[in-house]
């Protein structure tokens, strides 16, 4: 440890999985905190069977969508089903600062573990649990991820073009929006905690958090009654405002995103084209006059940038033109400010090698946090957990493990 | 109403409340302080006389413009106070580092450079309040090649990957209709101040929060960006189907009145769903057997779905679906797969939301008063239910300088004659 560390000293147990909980914990790990994982061979983290794994091979420790969502934490092998590996579980109940959860409210309840529970034997600990729809209500123990959420939450619905289905979002969407929710409450909880001594539970309702980012549709609704749909790229506020084909980019199709979203841009948009002549139709020098106009519009934007290389075109028209090139992951890896920024970070896993993850979205100038470790195998870093952090003694631990109450491996 | 009411009044002051936010941003950063200020903070939004920009937005209120009026300003400044103050001005500016002398945070998204070439950069800013913390939301961030580059929600759904990945192959790539990504940036953007500010609580040393919103945009691509480099794969946009690894499997389904959302996969995961719900197909209008008595859960997946027979396989079970979903409302499909307790998810539009069961159980929505309109208006509610400091809600959005004299005079000490020099001279 460095010192330097925003959360250096705090102490979280992560009991929670799959994405929005995990992530959360994430946050705190990277800005310093101890974080300890709930991890099980038996009752695998879904992530560990998902992929990406190394070469394509699937493996309870090849995965790295796992090695990523727990990144700069530590682990412990347990089984919940064991009185034993329960007893453990209660230890670093009385451990933590922090203890994160996402099961649905039945299954804390059936481990004896609610918040009520919990803070008998800890009263000051900020918890939080998220599941889908929250702790309370006739739902509250609906399963699912955030690809389903997505659908609930509206965004499938707003996705895709007006004159077919909808498409899915890609991913567990709702997720990313949840985990920056759940992360500030858990600070702004803890900053409640060291103030007054007081801890807390937070129950965060995965699709009341979701439905933030369609607030001012979900008003526009209520006000004007409105029902918001998709629209394709297009938009009532600028013109163009589109997709246009470039050449191909690494041998698979390009393309550059274009919004002109004042006749300023516009200008600058027809000044990059060189002033075509049909560019010159005093018609479109207004956005109304471009937006009676939209399909010849982009069909003239798309002729011009066809010939065009995707980052010469954006060199091209950035910063008088909004443009953007519609990045791959290779792409977003080759990006030249996401390298400036330094995002991907390369870590070294046990089983997986280096390979990059996934960094910081934000910096602070003065205490930047920064990934410590890729997630370890199952067990990996048990025996350092009862050890180190819960100061068992070596017949403790060999009674645990006779036990099989918890999954040891290496040391 | 349940014991988690929303519209119970609070009990004790938010997780933040002894914290001053000076809120600078443009629409773009808006978010970042209407979260502080859900958790207490005092949050005071400085406009430029006559008003932020940004209240120029649609949708408005009875679709009728006007600065009061714009619903994106309603949703994205609750619970925020406003002063103007015209930074273009030296006395304004001078007001701006009284007011930020006293402050915790100040949260920004102007283009870089833009509050430097004022004075108020972050060096100045740290030089007049060590312990400010200072948040900056933009497209790019602060550095770099593309800092100061244009970003609006199209070109960062471009350049932070997520519409490479939306879309039908025959037609291009494609945003989310309702613009994000400068939404995540400000989300991400009250995490960031949340553990600055934790910081100097704790040491007095404040600091500059520098948030891309392009960084965020790439973390919503969940576990995409490591597939060229693991599995020598690049994802790319299937339509209704998602990619997975690489295999692919289908995700939405038509119905009577819509969408619905259902993984057609098999395995650990997936299997159980499909089993469940050719089940209950089976049960209503009978299944081929040579689909029924498929061992979803045992099945392989990700060989299948990669070969020619298993594509064909899927295909057949998709047309079962279609055909039976086609009779059926999403709200009959979603409370039958709640009753058999398997994984589907209506593709609820904005109206279905507001009359969700779940959401009213809990109390979600919160009416809040518009003086200026005959009823309250319905917000949706609370993002967290916090046991011992809840959000706030309540406040509408602030009307255009609504508290200069409470700020300025009450708070800064200014004199109401200088209050109304400034007045006249259009500075506030």
Known sequence: MTGTQVFDGLKVWDMSWVGVGPLTGRYLADYGATVVRLDSSQRPDVLRLTPPFRDGVPGINNSHFYADYNASKLGIGLDLDNALGREVAWRLVEWCDVLLESFTPKTMAAWGMSYAELRERNPTMVMLSTCMQGQTGPRRDYRGFGNLMAALSGFYEVCGYPDRDPVPVYGAYTDFVCQRFAATAVVAALDHRRRTGQGQHIDLSQYEAAIQLLGPQLLDYEVNGRVATRQGNRSELACPHGVYPTL????????????????????????????PPWARDPGLA????????????????????????????????????????VHDQTGLHEDAQVRQRGYFVTLEHTEMGPVPYDGLQ????????????????????????????????????????????????GG | MSAVDARAPAPTAGALAPYRVVDLSTARGWLTGRILADLGADVVKVEPPGGDPGRRLPPFADDEPGPERSLQWWFANRGKRSVCLDLDDADGVALARRLLAGADVVVESFDPGYLAERGLGYDELHALNPRLVVTSVTPFGQDGPYAGWAGPDLVLSAMGGPMWLTGEPDRPPVRISVPQYEMHGAAEGAVATAIALYHAAATGEGQHVDVSCQLAAIRTLMNATAFPYLEGVELSRQGREVAHGHARFRMLYACADGHVSVLLTAGALGGPIVKALLRWIGEEEGVPEHLSEVDWVAMDFAELATSEEGRAFFAEVSAVIDDFFARRTKAELYAEALARGFLLAPANTVADIRVDEQLAARGFFVEVDHPERPE?????????????????????????????????????????????????????
């Not at chain 1, 069909?299 to 008088?320: F, I, M, N, S």
């Not at chain 1, 067990?379 to 099989?404: N, P």
């Not at chain 2, 255009?400 to 506030?428: K, T």
């Open chain 1, 248 to 275: 191909p980019v690494r041998g698979h199709e390009g393309w550059i995103a274009i919004a002109c979203e004042t006749d300023e841009h516009w200008r600058a948009l027809r000044r990059a084209m060189g002033d």
């Open chain 1, 286 to 325: 207004t956005f109304l006059g471009r937006k009676a106009a939209e399909d010849e519009v982009d069909a003239h934007v798309a002729a011009w940038t066809a010939g065009g290389d995707q980052l010469e075109l954006l060199r091209t028209l950035q910063p008088a033109v909004p443009a953007g090139a």
């Open chain 1, 362 to 409: 934000a910096r602070l100038s003065r205490t930047p946090g920064r990934l410590t470790k890729a997630a370890p195998c199952v067990g990996e870093d048990s025996y350092a957990v009862l050890s180190d952090l819960l100061g068992m003694d070596e017949d403790e631990i060999a009674d645990l493990i006779a036990a099989e109450a918890v999954e040891i491996t």
């Open chain 2, 376 to 428: 309250p208006v319905v917000y949706p509610g609370p993002w967290a239910r916090l046991s011992e400091t809840p959000l706030a809600h309540g406040a509408r959005a602030p009307r255009v300088g609504e508290h200069n004299r409470a700020v300025l005079v009450d708070e800064l000490g200014l004199g109401p004659g200088e209050l109304r020099s400034l007045h006249a001279r259009g500075v506030v």
